[in-house]
């Protein structure tokens, strides 16, 4: 009688474990990132450009501070000059706490500053409508690598400008349309929201239940960019398996 009663509270006890376990995960994720304090965790890279590029001409920098006069708060910021005619300039962090090897919809939206009105033209193309923000998730981490042509690329599928890849898609351009062109003089920033706007999108999460985020500006006109990153949220929704 003993066993049966310590046999069935045993069995009791791991119900109760294996339930506890499989509501330690939920279905919907969301990560939202100010920037108030710090780059919490965020770590800046460029890429298409060639391995050789010369620094002073290239006039790339990144870092974390405070938004430029006229806005408030903290941002990460981000500019470069275009001379490759295809600068990538990007951001990524990981995230954990996820299901493992389960699929999820992703949703972005961004927070930006820019300096660019709508309308301006460039050399080879819009310092606006020709720079696309983009933003994405993968499994893999996204890391700049050297290519047979000794080129830097990053390892994930971007596409390129204009066109989408598979690991990343365009929000829109840095095209401010709070920005009167009439009086633009390229010293002020202003804030605008761009988001995928329930477009679909999937990420995979590994084996650890980590995934890997990213949102970079993909340029196509050839002069110098700056942007500020104000904020940062990624929705991730669990895809149910049927």
């Not at 972005?108 to 300096?115: P, T």
């Not at 679909?200 to 006109?221: C, H, N, R, Y």
Request: glycine share 10%.
């Amino acid at each position: 009688m003993r066993l049966k009663i310590f046999f069935w509270i045993g069995l009791c006890l791991l119900i109760l474990v294996l339930a506890s376990c499989s509501g330690s995960y939920e279905q919907e994720f969301m990560f939202e990132y100010t920037f108030d304090e710090d780059e919490q965790g965020w770590v800046t890279g460029f890429a298409d450009l060639p391995v050789d590029y010369d620094p002073v001409i290239y006039e790339l920098d990144s870092g974390w501070g405070e938004l430029p006069s006229g806005l408030e708060g903290n941002a990460i910021y981000m500019s470069g000059h275009n001379r490759s005619d295809d600068l990538f300039m990007f951001l990524k962090t990981q995230v954990e706490g996820l299901k493992p090897n389960t699929t999820y919809q992703a949703e972005f939206a961004i927070d930006l500053a820019s300096n660019v009105p709508e309308g301006l033209m460039g050399i080879g193309g819009s310092p606006g409508e020709s720079v696309f923000v983009k933003a994405g998730a993968t499994t893999d981490e996204p890391e700049v690598i050297t290519d047979s042509d000794g080129w830097l690329r990053v390892n994930i599928d971007k596409g390129n400008q204009a066109s989408e890849g598979e690991d990343m898609i365009n929000l829109g351009t840095i095209a401010n349309p709070n920005i009167d062109l009439d009086t633009f003089t390229g010293e002020e920033y202003a804030l605008m929201t761009l988001s995928s706007e329930e477009r679909p999108f999937e990420v995979l999460s590994d084996a650890q239940g980590k995934a890997w985020l990213i949102a970079g500006t993909d340029s196509g006109f050839e002069g110098p960019t700056g942007v500020y990153y104000d904020r940062i949220e990624v929705q991730l929704n669990e895809i149910s398996q049927e």
